[in-house]
């Protein structure tokens, strides 16, 4: 179900929205293999009608589940906004989008989490990557017996005496 603001309501008083919004709902495509969408959004929101607009004032929160990009370990991200705040004018060409007295806020909440979204995640700052073990070792696919009929092209030109 999406942030709906019914604006027959704020006539008489402001609107407090708090509750959870399924992460599908946001319909987010992160086009990003090391970031995926956990559990559902949380939001505490108060709106409030202005002369020229409705303002949106609260907190954010959404933790995704992430792939750190250096060690591939998996690890969950908090995504805070705490003093997200978001004015609608009602004229003009970002003129806010009335359906039924009623103004859905998902798309504006869906691109401040979007512009929040770690580029590159990350575990923990310190992280050195794989283990320098695992660096550069080729998988091994076939047997040592292989290995030794098959020697590589490079072994072969370093016999070269030019």
């Known amino acids: 179900m999406p942030i709906l603001v019914n604006l027959r309501h704020l006539e008489a008083h402001n609107l407090r929205l708090t509750g959870q919004l399924p992460a599908k709902e946001l319909d987010i495509d992160t086009h990003d293999e090391a970031i995926r969408l956990g559990p559902p959004l949380e939001h505490d929101l108060e709106a409030q009608k202005l002369e020229d607009g409705l303002l949106v004032q609260g907190n954010l929160h959404l933790v995704l589940d992430c792939e750190c990009v250096r ?8 995504l805070d906004l705490p003093a997200w705040t978001l004015h609608l004018p009602f004229q003009g060409e970002e003129a806010a989008v009335v359906t039924n007295d009623c103004v859905d806020l998902t798309p504006y909440v869906r691109e ?15 992280c050195r990557g794989l283990p320098k073990s695992l660096i550069g070792k080729p998988k091994q ?8 009929t098959n020697p ?7 016999k070269l005496k030019l």
């Open 112 to 126: 401040d989490i979007l512009l929040e979204f770690p580029q590159h995640p990350v575990c923990v700052p310190e």
């Open 71 to 78: 060690c591939l370990k998996s690890f969950q991200y908090a």
């Open 141 to 148: 696919t076939g047997t040592a017996r292989q290995a030794e």
């Open 152 to 158: 590589s092209a490079w072994a072969e030109l370093n």
